[in-house]
């Protein structure tokens, strides 16, 4: 049930202090996913060709009163985002519904795979340019879209995967400030620990283990993947592998294919190991003592650096700018 029509949504409600409401009295239609990929099929598209791959973007109904040219250059820098972080757009066709609704921000989405790479994403009438250089939505659904489809059991994995990395692409393609992103994960992490009755993250339905609890854990794998390869890798490289070797999210993967297949691409065991601890037992992080070997404190609302600790170039590796590819 869940593998083939699972769908995975932004619920945007914590992550990065912004509140995103979805609203589904606002957008009639669209709910089912085979309207989705009707509106795909039967409606006008405009393609956006990038490397690896191409955006049929569809305004649904002619999603009246958006302004089209300001959804066309948020939807490039978001491809953009995630293009230099995969080091090509990774998926080969990708369907993107744009719906609008009222309201000055991008609001609610959803991106499904059993039909085709595909995201349905919400967007107010009056949304700035500020307003969609604030998003991360989209750059997150894309995310999703990247990686195999993978049991319900493992939507922690998926959830947190794009938690982590979609601040890391953002920062790497100039949208998001390096102290932002660490501004998130200390605030956001410490949330998605574990409570006295919580087991392993396997089945976890709670929101904050979801996102945060699953962003935690791929920071950990960021750490484990260096350190095991004296730094000659990253996560990076195991996440161009998963998604080379599965194509994205209309595949259907177990989590310890996309481990064993991310291990490969680093010449470590780092993932599986590490998913085999956090997926069957209960793993509290020592996130102090993670973020002070980073070098990364919150000092009174500001982030500080300190280029002196351990693990401070990894720290710095991670939101260095890459370079443009479309
Ligand atoms: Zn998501």
Redesign the pocket.
Known sequence: MFTRRSA????GIGIAGVTVLADAREAPGYDDPDDLYAALRDQPVERIVLPGGEIALVFADGAPGLDRDRVRAWVRDGADAVTRYFGRFPVEHYGLLVIAEDGDKVGHAT?FGYAGSATRIHVGRFADRPAFARDWVLT??ML?AALPDLPRRALWL??GN??YVEPIARARAGYLAASDVWRQSLAGMPKGEPGPNDGGMDGTKSWARLYWGGATFWLQAEIDIARASAGRHSLQDAMREINRQSGGNNTDWTPEQLMAAGDTATGTDALSRLYARFAGERVATDLDALFASLGVADRDGQVRFDDAAPLAALRRDLTRRARRLA
């Open positions: 995975i949504a932004a619920l991106t997150h659904e999703h998926q959830e794009a938690t």
